[in-house]
Every structure is written in structure tokens, then in C-alpha cells.
């Protein structure tokens, strides 16, 4: 009955906001966005997200247990690092230590005198004065949280033409190289549904426990970054803002930046910005996260390229397996299946007034977690 009311729901949401939706009842979609490829565009600048690469046979390991909402770690003493020690730990910013590229700059690892591993990213010269906003917002916002969930601010510098930002060091890559088969592993259902509730406790604690609210406005899979246990920290931090702080604002006006597939439409069409607007964006991430494919797959059919539309169909019908990445080879209850898809698809409804708050979200994937375990415990007690 739950599922059917979201259903429901989702169809008469889409069909009201975009054409789109009206030709087939069961169709959900997603609306043309603002991308940050590579990592920021304007809306002009869309249409070029690649198709999957294929993924690998091999499995990750076991997922770590649960850990609490508010076990935080302590925060270390800022680095002082002076430009010219940053020159000399990044060997004069050699591309033999370059481990990541986006639009603000490179990303390079660095180890310190005290074997201490961290990432140090450096300003591009051609955007150096465009970017003065955003470096300055990035270092404001990650000064302020301090979440296992959320990668962590070491130390920064801003200096004549060099602007760089030095955080911990997560060495596992991100999340879509992981859903790509980048790193030779398959991950295991149970292994995405920790991730996906690592990113929900981070995005809970932003809206509800950082000393301002504050809204992600770039939730997505390249975004979220893997430790060698498998345990997901969000990052990049450089189109966040401060959300609502007086109690009869919801929201703030802002000119729409995100990526393209992400976007809240909400968010998109009027400019108002709300925590609600990552709810969306962390529905489509869970729907990538499970599907494995990306939320624009520009490769496939029509009835296909829009992931959101694509998996609301099968949901609809009731073929949810089919939504599963067909990399995941085991087995999964059904029920867990329609529970999390339920979450996916309220997370992205149109209204934001529909989607849940982070916080509800986080406690629906508890339980849906022990009820995967349960199902996977008497599984194994039938074999045996």
C-alpha cells in the first residue's frame, strides 16, 4: 500500500512539473541541470557525461559494522604548512603525485615527516580569480564541521597566485571509480548500502548538527570518496552554502549550480536552494549506487538514458531486480529491494515537501540494513 501511494505520487509530482512525464504513467525522470563537469559549468554548458566502463567480476571485502551518528573523531591541530613546504612534499607538484583533477585544480598526494598521508589541492592559474569564491567558501564551511563522513580540513594557504587547500588523504578513489570497476572489485549490495548510509549520516549531520545548517548543493558519486575499509567520506565543499538560519526561512535564493542528472527541479526552476535540494540529489545517488549506471546515461536508448525514468518504470511494474547493477551477482529479498527503492524515489520527488528529511532517510536504512541481515542469516541457516 506504501509503495503504491509513492507511486503514485511520484507520476502525478513529475507529470505536473514536466511534459515529459504525461505520455506514460510510469515514468519518473530527471530535469536538465547546471553541471560542474570537471567540474563546474553553467546551463549552456551540458551533455557530456561518457557511458559505464565495464565493470569487474571481483568482490570487495566484507562491509565494517555500523558506527554511531554522533562518535565523531577529534580533531587534529591545524597543519601549518608553508608554500614552500608544500613545493618541496609535492616535489614541485610533480604529476607522478597527482591523484585527482577537477575544476578548481589538481589533487595531489603528499606524505609528511611524520608519515602522515595528505591531500593537497592547488588552484588552477586560469581560474585563479574566478575560483576566489569558491576557495573562500570551501575553507569557511570545512572549518566549521568536523564528521567521520565529511572529509576533514587540515590546513590552507592563500598566497600571491597560489590557492591550496591540504585535507585528509581518503585512498581508496571515489565512488564511481568503485561503481565503474576502476579498482578491480565488484561491490556487494551489502557493501552499498553501508556507503549509502555513511553519505546519509554525513548530509544528516550538515543540515541538523553543524553549527548552521549547511547544503552540500554538489551530492554525487565522484564526490564521495572510499577509505581502504570501504567507509564513504563526502567531499568538495566548494559550491556548499550556509541553508536557512532564521525559523521562518526555509529556504535562500541563489543562481543554480550542481551537476548535471543532480539537480533538485525544484531548485532548478524557482532558485530556491533548501537542504531538501541535496535530499534529491542523495535520491539519485542512491539509485546509482544500486543500478550502478549514471543518472544521464547518454550511450543508451531513449527509454533508458534517463536512469531515474528508466528504474521508476521497472519499480512501477514491479520489476525492481532489474534495476540492481547486473555486476551484483547475489541474491536479494525482494522486500529489501521495493523498501530501498521506496526511500530512492521519495528522495527525488519533485516537491520537496514529499522528499524526507536526511535524518528519516539515515533511520530507514538502519532498518532496512537489519532486515538484510536478518534475510541473509536465515538464508544461510536454510543451506545449512
Known amino acids: 500500500m506504501v509503495a503504491a501511494t509513492t507511486a503514485a505520487m511520484f507520476i502525478v509530482c513529475y507529470e505536473s512539473l514536466c511534459p515529459c512525464f504525461g505520455s506514460k504513467r510510469k515514468d519518473g525522470s530527471e530535469d536538465p541541470v547546471l553541471e560542474r563537469h570537471s567540474n563546474s559549468l553553467n546551463s549552456s554548458e551540458l551533455r557530456s557525461i561518457s557511458d559505464r566502463i565495464p565493470a569487474s567480476p571481483f568482490r570487495v571485502p566484507a562491509s565494517p559494522s555500523r558506527f554511531s551518528l554522533s562518535s565523531l573523531p577529534s580533531r587534529n591541530d591545524p597543519l601549518n604548512l608553508s608554500l614552500e613546504h608544500v613545493v618541496k612534499l609535492t616535489h614541485n607538484f610533480s604529476p607522478t603525485l597527482m591523484i585527482g583533477e577537477g575544476y578548481f585544480g589538481k589533487v595531489y598526494r603528499a606524505e609528511l615527516q611524520d608519515s602522515h598521508v595528505v591531500a593537497i589541492k592547488r588552484a588552477k592559474k586560469e581560474h585563479f580569480v574566478s575560483l576566489r569564491a ?34 585528509e588523504y581518503v585512498s581508496n578513489g571515489n565512488l564511481r571509480e568503485h561503481l565503474d570497476g576502476q579498482h578491480g572489485l565488484v561491490l556487494g549490495f551489502n557493501q552499498r548500502l553501508e556507503i549509502a548510509i555513511d553519505v546519509a549520516h554525513g548530509l544528516t549531520y550538515l543540515h541538523l548538527y553543524a553549527e548552521k545548517p549547511i547544503i552540500h548543493r554538489d551530492v554525487k558519486s565522484s564526490n564521495i570518496l ?5 567507509r564513504a567520506k563526502v567531499a568538495d565543499f566548494g559550491l556548499a552554502r550556509t541553508g536557512p538560519t532564521e525559523p521562518d526561512q526555509s529556504q535562500i535564493e541563489t543562481g543554480v549550480r550542481g551537476t548535471a542528472g543532480y539537480v533538485d527541479p525544484e531548485y532548478l526552476r524557482t532558485n530556491h536552494l533548501t537542504i531538501k535540494s541535496d535530499v534529491f540529489s542523495y535520491g539519485i545517488l542512491l539509485l546509482e549506487i544500486l ?35 547486473p555486476m551484483l ?29 536526511m535524518k528519516e532517510v539515515v533511520e530507514r536504512l538502519w532498518k532496512i540494513r537489519r532486515d538484510f541481515a536478518k534475510t541473509r542469516r536465515r538464508a544461510e541457516a536454510t543451506l545449512n
Open 291 to 325: 543500478s550502478g549506471r549514471r543518472p544521464i546515461e547518454v550511450r543508451r536508448g531513449s527509454r533508458e538514458r534517463i536512469t531515474v525514468r528508466w528504474a521508476f518504470e521497472k519499480y512501477n511494474r514491479g520489476n525492481v531486480t532489474d534495476i540492481l547493477d
Open 134 to 167: 569558491e576557495f573562500s567558501n570551501e575553507i569557511a564551511l570545512l572549518k566549521k564541521i568536523e564528521h567521520r563522513n565529511l572529509v576533514q580540513l587540515l590546513g590552507y594557504i592563500d598566497k600571491g597566485n597560489e590557492r591550496i587547500i591540504i585535507t
Open 226 to 230: 572510499l577509505t581502504e575499509g570501504f
Open 329 to 357: 551477482t547475489e541474491a536479494v529479498n525482494e522486500d529489501i529491494l521495493n523498501k530501498i527503492f521506496e526511500v530512492a524515489f521519495q528522495c527525488v520527488a519533485p516537491t520537496r515537501d514529499d522528499r524526507p528529511p
